[in-house]
């Protein structure tokens, strides 16, 4: 190799070098510098929804349909939203909500307007997320933190051995509550034990599968194997047509349940009283 040869090759092997050089003195100028996405967090995992049962504000369902969910919240939404309860139209994943807005409480499917420009974009066990102009928010369910809170006033708590829920029997079939009363003692997530339970009916109606002594159900005046057919006019082929009447009930003052018992009809009639 002539000298001209020579000093073209090792001028090439040093630009080759500068070049690698460089390219290193970037990379670890990146590296020391800018954040790698490979550190950044990964988003949290979304946890799955629970199967709900519904029905059992009112009537008492713990295995069928949508299980009204207790969770701890902080604090009402900025937009005056209450979260009173979730439940699965049907039977299996959350996609509807009681909440209120300083009235009475009205029932909100997802995707669904629950005031001007506010809607319904996410139902989970604990918490719902609604979307006003394109900002999302989280609104927790109150019923929990009211009972954590009042559970940390009162200290130790005795064993529940029964749904606390008094209810006067005027004569057959005829039954008296208090509303106020039935809202305070669903605050406390162990009452929720108490409820008895409901399912579908095969052939139409929502049929109670258990109604054990001291449960809400059997309270209430309701039998193994009865089938609720109709709710102050409302057929109930669901546990969605349950939670459509659990909308209206803070505006009621009475409640006319249609059953099948043994294939007998039977009326049971509720006062209900503030």
């Known amino acids: 190799m002539n000298p001209r040869h020579l000093q073209r090759f090792g001028s090439g092997l040093a630009s080759l070098l500068l070049i690698v050089f460089g390219l290193q003195l970037a990379w670890w100028t990146w590296q020391m510098l800018m954040p790698s996405w490979r550190d950044a967090p990964l988003p949290a995992a979304t946890t799955p929804a629970a199967p709900i049962s519904l029905g059992r504000q009112l009537l008492g369902d713990r295995d069928g349909g949508a299980t009204v969910t207790a969770a701890p919240t902080t604090?009402?939404?900025?937009?005056?939203?209450?979260?009173?309860?979730?439940?699965?139209?049907?039977?299996?994943?959350?996609?509807?909500?009681?909440?209120?807005?300083?009235?009475?409480?009205?029932?909100?499917?997802?995707?669904?307007?629950?005031?001007?420009?506010?809607?319904?974009?996410?139902?989970?066990?604990?918490?719902?997320?609604?979307?006003?102009?394109?900002?999302?928010?989280?609104?927790?369910?109150?019923?929990?933190?009211?009972?954590?809170?009042?559970?940390?006033?009162?200290?130790?708590?005795?064993?529940?051995?029964?749904?606390?829920?008094?209810?006067?029997?005027?004569?057959?079939?005829?039954?008296?509550?208090?509303?106020?009363?039935?809202?305070?003692?669903?605050?406390?997530?162990?009452?929720?034990?108490?409820?008895?339970?409901?399912?579908?009916?095969?052939?139409?109606?929502?049929?109670?599968?258990?109604?054990?002594?001291?449960?809400?159900?059997?309270?209430?005046?309701?039998?193994?194997?009865?089938?609720?057919?109709n709710i102050n006019g409302q057929p109930i082929n669901s546990q969605g047509d349950l939670a459509r009447v659990y909308g209206q009930f803070n505006s009621l003052s009475a409640i006319r349940a249609e059953v099948r018992r043994n294939n007998v009809p039977v009326v049971l009639n509720y006062a209900i009283a503030n």
């Open 75 to 229: 604090a009402a939404s900025t937009t005056g939203i209450r979260l009173k309860g979730v439940f699965a139209v049907d039977g299996r994943t959350p996609s509807a909500a009681v909440v209120n807005l300083g009235g009475r409480d009205q029932t909100v499917h997802l995707n669904q307007e629950i005031s001007a420009g506010v809607k319904l974009v996410d139902v989970q066990p604990t918490h719902i997320v609604i979307s006003r102009g394109g900002v999302r928010e989280q609104i927790e369910l109150e019923r929990a933190a009211t009972a954590a809170a009042a559970k940390a006033a009162a200290g130790a708590t005795p064993a529940v051995t029964q749904f606390r829920l008094n209810v006067t029997s005027n004569s057959t079939n005829q039954f008296s509550l208090s509303r106020q009363e039935l809202n305070t003692v669903l605050q406390d997530p162990r009452q929720l034990n108490f409820l008895g339970r409901i399912g579908p009916a095969p052939n139409g109606g929502v049929r109670v599968e258990d109604a054990p002594v001291g449960s809400l159900s059997q309270k209430l005046g309701l039998q193994n194997g009865d089938i609720i057919t």
